[in-house]
């Protein structure tokens, strides 16, 4: 079944509508959480620890929030292959962990577009490090879960409760699709 315990994940998401949910849910299996600027806040006023991605990485974000996500830190942790004894080498040389659930959706372009927003403010809303950190995963869905979408955070609550805190091959190989 190829299961895969979660111990770390980053939450980078627009749409924070059933982030309560989910975090509730990750709390129960303990699962550390990085997150970004607007996220981060939503889920220190939901009262879940969490920590700021500039802490985590030791980088500021930079360049009005354009840079936040683009690390080595982060994606070093998600692109290792867990079973690569020169990756497992790589990242205790660097002491950089694991992350094990991506859990990112896309700033709302197409909202924006057809609002006829000025491009000068458009140009805000074309994702840079959700697209970078979705692909990262997906491409590494052998030892990391992919979430981009509110809808399948349901699905991958019963994943947690059903695994005691893993997600299975089949799921992570359909959520990385």
Known sequence: MNLKKIKRAIISVSDKSNLKFLLSNLKKFNIEIISTGGS???????KYNCIEISDYTGFSEMLDG????????IHAGILN???NKKHRNDLKIKNIPDIDLVIVDLYPFEKYLNKKTKSKNLIQYIDIGGNT?????AKNFNDVTVISDVDDYSELIKQLNIYKGSTSMKF????SA
């Open 81 to 83: 292959l867990r079973k």
């Open 66 to 73: 354009r840079v936040k996500t683009l690390h080595p830190k």
């Open 133 to 137: 950190l979705i692909r990262a995963a």
């Open 172 to 175: 992570r190989k359909a959520m």
């Open 40 to 46: 981060f806040k939503t889920i220190k006023k939901l």
